[in-house]
């Protein structure tokens, strides 16, 4: 089933891509718009934060401790996004919490064990290719989701 627009708008939901460089990317759509491929099905955005959820911690994650304390600072908690980075995804929130059609996001945890495509069960891996960011994560901080096909 497809996720609506006004469902778009009014949750937040977690969803996933995978950038040029092979990692994993966990963003928090805080009632932003979703891509179109997220949004093609709900049961697989489903199925996919279901497996991400059952994998074990790694290590502790790496803050990004200048966007995380601006976050905390305006009451919103990075719990979530930490809980991603230590399964190896590198995890993002939108800019503005209040823009439903703001693209852009911020790096909130970076994982110390990156996870891969590669490394994924192939069932799960299908579905995520097809929601790909033409960019090196490795290297980010900001990302504009409008890129990600």
């Given amino acids: ?23 994993i990317l966990h963003f928090a ?11 093609a099905s709900k049961e697989e955005l489903a199925l996919i934060a279901e497996h ?17 304390s601006i976050k905390q600072e305006k009451g919103v908690r990075y719990d979530s996004f930490l809980h ?6 590198f995890s993002f929130d939108k800019t503005r919490l209040e823009a439903r059609l703001d693209t852009f996001y911020q790096l909130i945890a970076r994982p110390q064990h990156p996870l891969m495509l590669s490394d994924l069960p192939a069932e799960i891996a299908v579905i995520l290719s ?3 960011g033409h960019f090196s994560v490795a290297i980010m901080t900001k ?4 890129v990600i096909l």
Avoid: C, H
């Avoid at 609506?4 to 950038?19: C, K, L, N, Y």
């Fill in 1 to 23: 089933m497809e996720i609506s627009d006004i469902d778009q708008e009014v949750s937040d939901f977690d969803w996933f891509a995978v950038g040029a460089d092979g990692y």
């Fill in 29 to 39: 759509s805080a009632g932003g718009v979703l891509p179109t491929s997220v949004a």
């Fill in 52 to 68: 991400f959820n059952r994998l074990p911690e790694t290590l502790q994650a790496d803050k990004v401790q200048v966007i995380a």
């Fill in 84 to 89: 991603y980075a230590r399964r190896g995804l």
């Fill in 130 to 132: 097809k929601t790909r």
């Fill in 143 to 146: 990302v504009d989701v409008s």
